[in-house]
């Protein structure tokens, strides 16, 4: 089992950057992702890393947010530049086990308690 604690979020002015931090418990060289969800929508897949450290990204935050690990540290991060209102959500990462590549479009069998970001106007 892998628990993941989430941590960064906060509230910035657009144009704004911030850092999401996300522990695991134990080594995770799986399949990891950042996730949103805003009120009143569905969750969405934000940006995706795969065990060789190979990235993909949803089309509205590509160039403007980046997504790493450090597996020493059994780390993820998101760096969010350039924050848009729209970007305001309740962010969360996520683990898979058992899948190490074509991380995006599955199932995410791990979750963290989330961390908000909100970006004023």
């Known amino acids: 089992q892998v628990q993941l604690v989430e941590s960064g979020g906060g509230s910035v002015q657009a144009g704004g950057s911030l850092r999401l931090s996300c522990a695991a418990s134990?080594?995770?060289?799986?399949?990891m992702g950042w996730f949103r969800q805003a009120p009143g929508k569905e969750r969405e897949g934000v940006a995706y890393?795969?065990?060789?450290?190979?990235?993909s990204y949803t089309d509205s935050v590509k160039g403007r947010f980046t997504i790493s690990r450090d597996n020493a540290k059994n780390t993820l991060y998101l760096q969010m530049n350039s924050l848009r209102p729209e970007d305001t959500a309740m962010y969360y990462c996520?683990?898979?086990?058992?899948?190490?590549?074509?991380?995006?479009?599955?199932?995410?069998?791990?979750w963290g308690q989330g961390t908000q970001v909100n970006v004023s106007s």
């Open positions: 996520a683990a898979r086990t058992n899948r190490k590549f074509a991380c995006s479009g599955v199932v995410y069998s791990y």
């Open positions: 134990g080594s995770s060289r799986n399949c």
């Open positions: 890393i795969d065990s060789d450290g190979r990235t």
